[in-house]
């Protein structure tokens, strides 16, 4: 599996580990992974996605900081990455052969 794949499983994995949890619940760990999840994929020259992870863990951090914080900047970035993922995913399998 090439390192793109695995980037993309492993936030796969970190989104539904997340939505399981609970959006609300988002945790200083939590933002850290995405720091990692964001510094991976600007290793592989990934620099929408990077933004994307970036965005969400700013996000992310304003939320734990202030648990009076509206949860639905988090929400949205949250789901515009996960839809990003998914395109990319079904792209990766369209190019297969």
């Known amino acids: 599996m090439d390192a793109v794949a695995q980037l993309a499983d492993r936030l796969t994995e970190w ?3 997340l939505l399981v949890k609970g959006l609300a619940k988002t945790d200083a760990k939590d933002v850290d992974e ?3 999840l964001c510094d991976e ?7 929408f996605l990077a933004l994307l992870l970036e965005q ?4 992310g951090a304003r939320y734990v900081r202030d648990s009076r914080a509206d949860v639905e900047e988090l929400v949205h970035r949250y789901f515009y ?7 990319a995913e079904t792209g990766a ?3 297969q052969p």
């Open 15 to 17: 989104s539904e580990r």
């Open 81 to 87: 990455l996960c839809q990003y993922v998914s395109m």
């Open 41 to 47: 994929a600007r290793e592989l020259d990934m620099g």
């Open 56 to 59: 969400l863990a700013e996000a």
């Open 93 to 95: 399998e369209e190019n």
């Open 34 to 36: 995405l720091h990692a």
